[in-house]
């Protein structure tokens, strides 16, 4: 079955440290990919999405390009800050049909610190 | 303009009892979703609505789970007899659906918070 498995928090940084959170998925055809965030308090949004392979999305500094060879869609940013603090989601969806219902990984708690 | 809304936003009730959950999704949004997030479990799929009909209920835990949509708009979601397995955060979402093409942004309420005592 489809399925998305990213690294587990919580992960604590120092501002202006570099960010990696991992996410692989097991999918059949050809998922879209997508990571969310939820700062605290407030609900889900999306932060980047890639529908296809060697894509890359990004928004608000954060990038993930979609590879298919590895099966991967890791979370990157260069610099983090403390507004940054959050849980992010990595999710999928299959291409097939009209129903696009999101496929999440567990949730990667972020905490940065001045 | 207006997101997507949910009511109430928090609902603590005791086991046994019935409880509906509402979504008002986004104007003209076709697709609704409706997931649930738990402490161990993540975010889990639940039911989702084209118009007022619902092509996947494979997510319904079990048969004391029920939704419905009327009017291409409001849904409900209903639990009966609630357990306390059932305490999470409910989440609603809504999208174009078919009009939005081969990628559809779901856009997410605030949830409800369900406490079962």
């Known amino acids: 079955g489809n399925s998305v498995t990213q690294m587990e928090g919580p992960v604590t940084l120092s501002e202006e440290a570099f960010l990696t959170i991992n996410c692989t998925y097991t999918?059949?055809?050809?998922?879209?990919l997508f990571w969310y965030v939820q700062y605290p308090g407030e609900g889900l949004q999306l932060l980047l999405k890639?529908?296809?392979a060697d894509d890359k999305g990004s928004n608000k500094g954060f990038e993930a390009t979609y590879r298919k060879e590895t099966t991967s869609f890791h979370l990157e940013k260069g610099s983090v800050q403390v507004s940054d603090s959050a849980v992010y989601f990595c999710?999928?969806?299959?291409?097939?049909?009209?129903?696009?219902?999101?496929?999440w990984g567990l949730g990667t708690s972020l905490a940065v610190n001045p | 303009g207006a997101g997507v809304s949910q009511s109430p936003s928090n609902k603590v009730t005791e086991k046994g009892k019935d409880v509906e959950l509402r979504c008002d999704p986004i104007?003209?949004?076709?697709?609704l979703y409706w997931y649930r997030q738990s402490l161990g479990q993540g975010l889990e799929f639940l039911i989702y609505?084209?118009?007022?009909?619902?092509?996947?209920k494979s997510g319904l835990p079990s048969d004391r789970f029920s939704a419905e949509r009327t009017g291409g708009s409001v849904s409900t979601l209903t639990i009966q007899r609630t357990q306390q397995e059932d305490s999470a955060v409910y989440l609603c979402?809504?999208?174009?659906?078919?009009?939005?093409?081969?990628?559809?942004?779901?856009?997410f309420g605030p949830g409800t918070r369900l406490t079962v005592l």
């Open positions: 999710a999928l969806t299959t291409n097939a049909g009209n129903n696009r219902k999101l496929i």
């Open positions: 979402a809504s999208s174009l659906g078919l009009a939005g093409g081969s990628y559809n942004e779901q856009f």
């Open positions: 104007s003209g949004h076709t697709a």
């Open positions: 609505f084209q118009g007022n009909s619902a092509p996947d």
């Open positions: 890639a529908t296809k």
């Open positions: 999918a059949t055809g050809y998922p879209s």
